[in-house]
């Protein structure tokens, strides 16, 4: 048999989850969002996703942009870095998937 208090933090657990797929972004998704926009102008594609649960301390960026055209993909996570270096102090993790665009 379950405890009360368990179930009911399974449940609050669970329904965070609910929550988080039927909301839309995340405010650290937003803010990230916003900063990346500002500093790539160019980008064809952008995807920030919070992927640890919501809590804000890890995210997984997608961006392609003509701004990476002739850099190594090295130096193209720098920028990523460079626009985000305030964000990334309060940040655990931080993946980081860069393109240039094929068309």
């Given at each position: 048999m379950?405890?009360?208090?368990?179930?009911?933090?399974?449940?609050?657990?669970?329904?965070?989850?609910?929550?988080?797929?039927?909301?839309?972004?995340?405010?650290?998704?937003?803010?990230?969002?916003?900063?990346?926009?500002e500093k790539f102008p160019l980008a064809s594609s952008l995807k920030v996703v919070d992927i640890s649960g919501g809590c804000g301390a890890m995210y997984e960026i997608h961006i392609e942009s003509n701004e990476f055209k002739g850099k190594r993909t090295i130096q193209q996570h720098q920028l990523v870095n460079q626009a985000l270096k305030d964000e990334i102090q309060g940040m655990h993790g931080l993946r980081i998937f860069t393109d240039v665009p094929k068309h």
């Open positions: 379950i405890s009360v208090s368990r179930f009911l933090r399974i449940n609050q657990v669970l329904s965070g989850q609910v929550l988080r797929c039927m909301s839309s972004q995340t405010d650290g998704e937003v803010r990230i969002t916003h900063i990346l926009k």
